[in-house]
Structures are given as structure tokens and as C-alpha cells.
């Protein structure tokens, strides 16, 4: 299983980044995904999941109305997109899979870096 995510970087406040995160090694298409990121000296944050089909996405209130996560299953990609960026949302960004039982995460990417600043 392999998990890679790309598109990260800095961008000012306002502005909009879509990250990208390619899947491989498993069947994308049978598995929910999510992303979590990281502030610096902050826990993990659950940004938003998206069911095998996309037909159902779920959203922290943090980033609710700004965000939107979408997938591929032909291309094997999820995606995030970012709009109307704050300097809160600086973090490193992680795809992960989201196993069957639903606890927890049982396959992360490396991460992406977001740097929302003036």
C-alpha cells in the first residue's frame, strides 16, 4: 500500500491550493479516505472523509464551506481542494485510508505541507 500526496505549499491568506494524493497497492475504489493534518505542536486533525464512491463527503467544522474532497477511483486519486485559506490551515497535510472496521487509519501518506502566509 502506498500513499503519496502532492501539491502542497505557501500560498496567502485567501488564496487556494488542491492537493492530490495517489493511491496504490489496494483496491482505491472499495475503500473510504480521509485527510488529517498537523499544525506544528498540535495532535492530529480529522479534515474530512469521503465514502468509496464519493457519494457522501463529512467535514470538520473548521473547514466546512471551504474545503471539498473529492475522488478518482479510475485514476486512483483523492483529492482536497482549498479555498479562502487561513494562516490556521498551515499544517502538514496526510491522505489516509480509512479500514473496514472504521477505527482509526490504517495506511498514511508521508504528508504535504501547507503554509498559508502573508
Known amino acids: 500500500v502506498q500513499l503519496v500526496e502532492s501539491g502542497g505549499g505557501m500560498v496567502q491568506p485567501g488564496g487556494s491550493l488542491r492537493l492530490s494524493c495517489a493511491a496504490s497497492?489496494?483496491?482505491?475504489?472499495?475503500?473510504?479516505m480521509s485527510w488529517v493534518r498537523q499544525a506544528p505542536g498540535k495532535g492530529p486533525e480529522w479534515v474530512s472523509v469521503i465514502t468509496t464512491g464519493g457519494t457522501h463527503t463529512y467535514y470538520a467544522d473548521s473547514v466546512k464551506g471551504r474545503f471539498t474532497t473529492s475522488r478518482d477511483n479510475a485514476k486512483n486519486t483523492l483529492y482536497l481542494e482549498m479555498d479562502s485559506l487561513k494562516p490556521e490551515d498551515t499544517a502538514l497535510y496526510y491522505c489516509?485510508?480509512?479500514?473496514?472496521?472504521?477505527?482509526?487509519?490504517?495506511?498514511w501518506g508521508q504528508g504535504t505541507q501547507v503554509t498559508v502566509s502573508s
Open positions: 489516509a485510508r480509512d479500514p473496514p472496521t472504521g477505527v482509526g487509519y490504517d495506511y
Open positions: 497497492g489496494f483496491t482505491f475504489s472499495l475503500y473510504d
